[in-house]
């Protein structure tokens, strides 16, 4: 290869002609050269002038200009190229040409160089004041059908309001922040967005057609996930635009949630919908769960769960499926609410009851979707303790059929939490819900590690074999806490954990035979100790077996491998004092010590291949 003088004097004299003699092909490998492997090396001085001989041969260029555009990415990419040397290139680079433009490679580099200006508040004050470049961005984002072009214009559009100062919890800094204020203070910009986003305005000028509207809309609900803390767009900011689109006493959020999206004749929309719902209640903002319950979206939502016989069954095959996990990500996030409505909580149980009956009266095995799944691991552990629920639907969770969604539904129950959202009493309440639990399902299900680790051999039921391996990772894991040794008569509040006493009756034991660790529980089991000490199964696949990262063999070789190793540090931790643990730490250091594979060398542990 020439030394980098040279290629870079070599690329300038062709800029050059090419500019002269816009026709002329461009030399693509030369250009792949500065790109693979000398961008890092041109000195500033000579980066800039190049980027400016590109800026000035790009509006002329009479053909795909991908290759030259390809070459400004690779020039401004170092975090050392600032904005403040964008605005110097000449000749001047014409954002809203770019972002105009028809041609999504050009969008792209022009996204680019825009992005350079949402690392600090001054370069992202300098954007606020160019209005037809910040128009020019919204109606790309919110239009272009390109979604590479369309999530880049998202980000620079999120980073330039995320550089402005705006605080996310009140609104005095507001009127200060100049790319909020373009935004959501400039008349032409906030139409701008109810515009393009409204049904109300097909077939008017310059709007688009009913299917790009409808994906402006998803972008809006996309963008407002991430500025759901903002107080801009929580309230009303321009009321004769709002009120213009039927909004009433609210402002882009109220306009995207309530008015927006026209679902009545249109169930998958409303689907959508839902899911910006469930978005939303992801980002455990307290101010998105107000907002949703303050206009009825919230008791709508669930009333798709929780009152399915009043509704349409071909708009509730849609529905249901969506608002099941709404509702799984309310119980998850928002604990201390669902706790303090104790009717719904228990209408969510009679629900989980009734799949289990259903599926009973039909003569087949209970098989709980996995949507209804997600809410039974999602509810607060002690709300399915027997003493809460007359008939616990944890029960319905069985080891047989095989099954991978139910194991991780297990998995999840028995593990514990240690989220850090979660008040400390509440999180001790959980663990200690999560042991009970665990004592009480294997009350009712003796058999169940026999049938885990029966399925965590099963290389051909790959997933069901994953989600067994999990089981026992989660109870090796677990963050168990004791119960009260005593009943807490002035502990006020629903549902309520029984004593170490009541649970040790409950199954039929004394209240010291109940191992108070995941460990100890597990070295009860011979059926998982011998699991965890054997080799892994052999597999025989036409497409390679252990030792090769695709195949089925290897995933669950190496899933079982990571529980081993968790076994084994639980063992460390606990084998001071307790010597008769060393047999089973040496026998698990050995297996160890062989890798995933189980050392399975020869032919008889390895993968043969199908003679073709």
Known sequence: MAAPNLVIDELRNHLSNVRKNPSLPLNKTLLKTINGYLSELIPPDDRESILSSCSDLIPVLRQDPAPVLGLVNFLIRPESFTFSKVLVLKPAVDFEAGLSSLIPPLNLSTLNLLRKATHNESDADIVAGWPRVVAALIRLWLCTPDNGVCERARTVLLGLLKASKQDS???????????????FRDRDM??????????????????????????????LLDLLVQLIDYKPIQSSQLPEIETKYGVKDGGLLKFAAVYMVEYDDDPLMHNILIMFFTNLLR????????????????????????????????????MYPRAAEYIAVYCSNFEVHLLSNRSFVEQLIRCLNNVIQVALLMGRPVNIPPHDLKILASLPRAVLLPLNSSVTPLFGVIPEPRDANNYKALARIFRGTVEPTLQDCSRSNE??????????YKQKFPTLWKSVCRDANVIALKEVALAAIGVIGAVISANWEPLPTES????????????????????????????????????????????????????????????HSESDAYQVAVAKYDVMLQFRQKLKDAVQGRPQLQGILALLEEKLAQGPSGGSSGVGGRIGTLDL
């Open 283 to 318: 980002s455990r903002s307290s101010t998105a769960l107000d907002f949703l319950i303050k206009n009825g979206l919230h008791d709508s939502t669930t009333s798709y769960y929780t009152n399915r016989e009043d509704i349409n069954s071909i708009r509730l095959s849609v």
């Open 169 to 183: 919890s009140h609104s005095a800094s507001f009127h200060q922040s100049l790319m909020w204020r373009r935004v």
């Open 190 to 219: 906030y139409g701008l967005i109810f515009s393009i986003c409204s049904l109300k305005t097909i077939g008017e000028p310059d709007q688009p057609g009913t299917r790009a509207k409808t994906l402006a809309q998803g972008r």
């Open 488 to 547: 807490l008569p002035s502990s006020p509040g629903w549902p309520t954990l029984p004593t170490e006493q009541e649970l040790a009756s409950e199954c039929g034991v004394d209240d010291k035979q109940l191992p108070s660790s995941g460990l100890n529980t597990l070295l009860d089991s011979q059926d998982v100790v011998t699991y965890l000490c054997n080799p892994p199964p052999a597999f025989r696949s036409a497409f390679g077996g252990i030792g």
């Open 431 to 440: 663990n200690s819900a999560a042991r009970a639990l665990y004592f009480v």
